[in-house]
C-alpha cells in the first residue's frame, strides 16, 4: 500500500499529466470502459464483464472522436488484461493514451519527451511541495531531464545485443524472447531511449513506412530497461486494417477456440481519418520508476497483496 | 423426461480446452516461485520467476529452476500455452534408525517399512541427525530424494576444550564435536556432555538445554 505521502505524490503526477496537455491544447476524454467490441490483439486477453469485455485499451474510441474531428485528445483511465501479473504488470493499471491529428511518431517521440520532463520537475522539484512531499531527484531520475534522449531502431538494437539476428528471431519467432533477454537490459539504462521501426509484422495498428513495407512506424519507449509506452504513426488505410484484423481474429479462434467481432464501426470511422498518431503510456510503471520501486505493486495505493 | 433436449446438448459442444486440474497438469499461468514441475522425468523447484511481456508480444514466464535430486539449475522461458507435469512427490514420515558407513536406514512410522538413503543425497543433514529421530523424507517415484530435519535439534557435545578461567584471548566463542561429529562454534560455558540446541538451516548453536 501507498504511504499517506505517495498517495500525494501519485495525485501530483495525475495532477501534473493533465496540466501538461490542457497546456498544450489537448482535450481531456473519457470513453465507455465496458466494451462489446474491443481490438482483436491475440496477445492481450481481455476479462470479461458479463455478455462484455473491459477495456484492455481506449485506443478504438478514441480514434473514432479522433475521426469525429477532436485534433487533439488525451485520457487517464483504467485498462485490464487478464493473466498479465508480475513485478511490471498489473492485470488492472492505468493507462494514460493520446492522439493527436497531422503528426506522425516521431511528434509522438517529442510529446513523450516533453511529457516525462515536466512530470519530473513538477513532483521531483516544485509542483508538489504544496503537499509538502517532494520525490527526492535521484540521479537516474534526474538523468531523464538530460536532452536528446537515445535513439536506437529495431535492427540496430538486435545487430547490436541479440546473438541471433534479427530475420531468424522473427523466421523462427523468438523475438520476444530475444528482446527481453539481451536487448531490454540495455535500453534507456540513463537517459530515457526510443526503440523504433519494428518488423512489418509487428505493425499492428501502425502505418508502414513509405517506400519500405518491411518496417513499421512504431516505437517503444523505455526507461532503465522497462518499457513505459507504445506509440505509432495511425494506420489509416481501412483494408489493410481490416486485414491485420482479420489474421488475428484468425489466431484468437484457433489458440482460445473464441468467436471474435470484427469493430465494424472502427473499421467505417477510420477512413476519416486523415494523418494521424497515437500513444499508450503506462501510468503506473513510470510512478514505480519516479518512487525508485522495484515493484510495480508498490506504486499503486493497493497492489497484490493488499486486495 | 429422460434425454435432454437435443439443440440443448449442440449448444454446448464447443471446443472445450482440456481440463489440465483432472490430467494433473500446470499451465504456464500457475508458475510462481516454489512451484514443483516435472521435465523429462525428473523433479524441479522453481527457484525464481518472472513474468514479462513486450509490448504487443507474447506473454513470456521465466523460470530459473533447481532439479530436487541433482540440484543442477537452468534457466528456461516459456509461454502461455506451455503445459507441465506434476512431479509425482510424496512426505512421508519416517524415523531415523542408524546407519551403517554410507547408508542410512529409516522407517515408515505408519507402514514400518525400512529403506535406506546415501549420504551424498543427505548432504549436511547428516551432521544433525541422530538415532530415533522423527523426519520427513521426500519421495519422487517412490524414491528418497530428500530429508527434511526439526528446524531444532538437540546434540550432546562429546568433545570440548576446558573452559579456562581468567581467558583473557578476548575470544567469545569455542570450537566443540557434537556426537554426530560435527563442529560448531559455542559460548566458552558449554562443557562435555551438555546438550546443546542446534538450528539445522544454519548449522548455529542457539542455546544449552537443560535436562
Redesign the interface.
Known amino acids: 500500500m501507498l504511504t499517506c505521502g505517495e498517495l500525494h505524490l501519485r495525485a501530483a503526477l495525475f495532477r501534473a499529466i493533465r496540466g501538461h496537455f490542457v497546456s498544450q491544447q489537448f482535450l481531456e476524454v473519457d470513453t465507455p470502459i465496458r466494451q462489446s467490441v474491443i481490438i482483436p490483439?491475440a496477445?492481450i486477453v481481455p476479462l470479461r464483464a458479463e455478455e462484455e469485455f473491459l477495456q484492455t485499451s481506449p485506443e478504438l474510441y478514441m480514434k473514432r472522436l479522433l475521426a469525429s474531428g477532436s485534433p487533439k485528445i488525451f485520457q487517464l483511465c483504467r485498462c485490464f488484461r487478464k493473466?498479465?501479473?508480475?513485478?511490471?504488470?498489473l492485470q488492472e493499471f492505468t493507462m494514460l493514451e493520446w492522439y493527436r491529428q497531422g503528426g506522425d511518431y516521431l511528434d509522438l517521440m517529442e510529446d513523450c519527451c516533453r511529457l516525462v520532463r515536466y512530470c519530473i520537475e513538477e513532483i521531483c522539484t516544485t509542483g508538489s511541495r504544496r503537499d509538502g512531499e517532494l520525490i527526492p531527484l535521484r540521479e537516474k531520475t534526474g538523468a531523464a531531464l538530460a536532452i536528446p534522449w537515445q535513439k536506437v531502431t529495431v535492427a540496430d538494437a538486435f545487430a547490436r545485443w541479440s546473438p541471433l539476428e534479427l530475420e531468424r528471431c522473427l523466421a523462427e519467432d523468438l523475438?520476444?524472447?530475444m528482446?527481453?533477454?539481451h536487448v531490454?537490459p540495455h535500453l534507456g539504462v540513463d537517459v530515457p531511449c526510443f526503440l523504433y521501426d519494428y518488423p512489418g509484422s509487428?505493425a499492428?495498428l501502425a502505418r508502414k513506412k513509405e517506400g519500405d513495407d518491411g518496417v513499421a512506424e512504431r516505437f517503444?519507449l523505455y526507461w532503465q530497461g522497462i518499457?513505459l509506452a507504445?506509440g505509432f504513426s495511425e494506420l489509416t488505410d481501412t483494408d489493410e486494417q481490416r486485414r491485420r484484423f482479420e489474421g488475428e481474429l484468425a489466431v484468437i479462434r484457433r489458440?482460445r477456440?473464441e468467436e471474435w467481432t470484427m469493430p465494424e464501426r472502427f473499421l467505417q470511422d477510420l477512413g476519416q481519418l486523415q494523418e494521424c498518431a497515437g500513444i499508450a503510456f503506462g501510468v503506473d510503471r513510470f510512478f514505480m520508476l519516479l518512487l525508485a520501486k522495484d515493484d510495480i505493486n508498490d506504486a499503486v495505493p493497493f497492489g497484490r497483496d493488499d486486495l | 423426461m429422460g434425454a435432454a433436449a437435443p439443440e440443448k446438448l449442440f449448444k454446448h459442444q464447443q471446443p472445450a480446452l482440456p481440463d489440465y486440474t483432472e490430467t494433473g497438469m500446470y499451465s504456464a499461468s500457475d508458475l510462481r516461485k516454489g512451484l514443483k514441475i516435472q521435465i523429462d522425468n525428473e523433479p524441479y523447484i522453481l527457484t525464481e520467476f518472472e513474468f514479462s511481456k513486450p509490448g504487443k508480444g507474447q506473454a513470456l514466464y521465466r523460470c530459473k529452476m533447481r532439479n530436487m535430486i541433482t540440484g543442477n539449475q537452468f534457466t528456461q522461458t516459456y509461454r502461455s500455452n506451455d503445459k507441465f507435469e506434476k512431479p509425482a512427490l510424496e512426505e512421508r514420515k519416517m524415523q531415523y534408525l542408524y546407519n551403517q558407513g554410507d547408508e542410512y536406514h529409516f522407517m515408515d512410522t505408519e507402514s514400518y517399512d525400512q529403506l535406506f538413503i546415501t549420504s551424498d543425497h543427505l548432504g549436511d543433514n547428516v551432521n544433525f541427525m541422530v538415532d530415533n529421530m522423527d523426519i520427513q523424507v521426500l519421495f519422487f517415484d517412490d524414491k528418497p530424494i530428500d530429508v527434511s530435519l526439526p528446524i531444532f535439534v538437540n546434540l550432546e557435545v562429546t568433545k570440548a576444550d576446558p573452559w579456562v578461567k581468567g581467558d583473557t584471548s578476548g575470544s567469545d566463542t569455542k570450537p566443540v564435536t557434537v556426537q554426530t561429529g560435527y563442529e560448531l562454534q559455542v559460548p566458552p560455558f558449554v562443557e562435555e556432555g551438555d546438550k546443546i540446541q542446534i538450528d539445522t538451516r544454519t548449522g548455529q548453536y542457539v542455546t544449552r538445554v537443560k535436562e
Not at chain 1, 493473466?83 to 504488470?89: A, S
Open positions: 490483439e496477445n493473466e498479465e501479473m508480475g513485478r511490471r504488470h523475438f520476444d524472447e528482446l527481453v533477454e531490454e509487428m499492428s517503444e518499457e507504445n489458440q477456440g
